[in-house]
């Protein structure tokens, strides 16, 4: 048995259903659980491990519902800097076929990396493309190395150009062959008991790649394992259009009628769902991932945030693509996602704390989870820190500690705990030596973009 003591914190926030705040906090942790939260001499003295938090803001670790690792390869390309989302693809798709194992494993790496400075603890990715022998292995290998909790999302593609779909044949995938592929590694590394550091998603990637046919087959397949499913859905008119002359519904109306609703199932997006679809998206208890920067980036619209929560939506955040958002910064999407919000002339659309609530509790309900996303007596030990005193918060953390991590410049993180496991000490990753690290995923992606991979 292994405890841990965090005392002291200047603000510490539970998240919890009652909202519950102490000034001169702490937590008391047995193993990788909380068993004790509250003001700092209320909690035992001693433990095996002390941290002192004074000056911190101390949260659950945030949860980020949607990414796309493998595009820190091909962050700001300037041929898709101005682009669309079908166009933005449509310059990708010829690179991303030359991806490798290795490729997969190092730009998993750096992705996670970025993602745990910034205050994430538990994420979920989903690569949909697995050429040249890469295997969702590859990323599930970097995440134990780097000590995230993570949610391994099989994607695929299965309908090319030729039958009528957006990418190139030649990157995707035998439908027969996706779904014995999901078999194996649900059954290799799928872990559904509580404070599990692994979960497998079955997840084909959108109406435009993937036929009826494999979107039904999959949902079968998911809850005879009882995994969770993942697309994309609704993010552009585009998307409408195309489904609407394929199948003769929306996109909503399409995942309705394929059984892809309900509270194993969560969509990226939905920037594009009519008040009517929302409200049976509320009323299956769908989640969605919001994912403010790309949407903003890629010129997809809005995302109709209030309406979503106000239905019943599960709701959480995503920092989506690594090359549609072009960062990993999850702290900084609860911004956007706050102020993007409030663009539509209401300046109470979403406040500082719902941004905060949907980047942990919404991230949590989106995932499928009830022990991570709060700090209370029974929930896993995930917990971040960051430090008041520094200069993108000062004159805003003295008013409002918790508020000036959204409204002034979102910091990185100063301490993680994940799993119980002290992750980010002093704002440095531990363990991990980050400089040869970039090296390579620099030498990668100048490979990839050349064509000189695969």
């Not at 998993?108 to 040249?132: F, Q, R, V």
Request: glycine share 8%.
């Amino acid at each position: 048995m292994t405890t841990l003591l965090v005392k002291n914190a200047e603000l510490l926030v539970a998240m919890d259903d009652e909202d519950h705040r102490w000034s001169d906090g702490g937590l008391y942790a047995v193993d990788n659980v909380v068993r004790l939260v509250g003001p700092t001499a209320e909690l035992p003295s001693t433990a095996d491990s002390v941290i002192d938090a004074r000056g911190m803001v101390i949260l659950p670790g945030l949860v980020n519902t949607h990414h796309h690792f493998f595009q820190t390869l091909t962050r700001n390309l300037p041929a898709a800097q101005d682009a669309k989302l079908f166009d933005w693809l449509k310059v990708h798709y010829p690179i991303w076929a030359g991806l490798t194992p290795e490729a997969i494993h190092v730009s998993t790496k750096i992705a996670i990396a970025e993602l745990m400075l910034s205050g994430c603890t538990t994420a979920s990715d989903h690569t949909y493309l697995w050429p040249n022998g890469a295997r969702l292995d590859d990323q599930i290998e970097a995440a134990r190395e780097m000590g995230i909790r993570f949610h391994a999302a099989r994607g695929s593609m299965s309908v090319g150009e030729s039958t009528g779909g957006l990418p190139p044949d030649h990157v995707v995938e035998n439908e027969e062959a996706i779904l014995r592929d999901c078999r194996r590694v649900i059954e290799a590394y799928h872990d559904p008991a509580r404070y599990a550091m692994l979960r497998v998603v079955v997840a084909p990637c959108s109406p435009f790649s993937v036929s009826p046919a494999l979107m039904r087959q999959s949902a079968e397949l998911a809850r005879a394992y009882g995994v969770h499913l993942h697309t994309h859905l609704a993010e552009t008119l585009d998307e409408e259009d195309y489904c609407r002359q394929t199948f003769g519904h929306t996109p909503v109306e399409l995942a309705e009628d394929l059984a892809w609703t309900g509270p194993d199932v969560w969509h990226a997006h939905m920037v594009h769902a009519a008040p009517h679809e929302i409200a049976r998206l509320g009323q299956t208890r769908t989640g969605i991932a919001h994912c403010p920067s790309s949407n903003m980036r890629l010129a997809s619209g809005i995302a109709p945030v209030r309406a979503w929560l106000a239905a019943g939506v599960r709701v959480g955040l995503g920092v989506d693509g690594s090359a549609s958002n072009d960062g990993s910064h999850l702290l900084a999407e609860a911004r956007q996602a706050m102020l993007l919000q409030r663009v539509g002339g209401d300046p109470a659309a979403l406040t500082a704390t719902e941004a905060l609530r949907l980047a942990t509790r919404g991230g949590a309900a989106v995932l499928g989870r009830d022990d991570i996303g709060q700090l209370a007596p029974g929930m896993a030990a995930d917990f971040v820190g960051y430090r008041l005193d520094r200069l993108g918060l000062a004159g805003g953390a003295v008013h409002d500690p918790l508020a000036a991590l959204v409204f002034c410049q979102p910091p990185s993180v100063d301490l993680s705990v994940i799993d119980g496991r002290v992750r980010v000490e002093d704002g440095a990753l531990v363990d991990i030596d980050v400089p040869p690290l970039i090296v390579r995923h620099n030498a990668i992606a100048r490979a990839l973009v050349r064509g000189e991979l695969g």
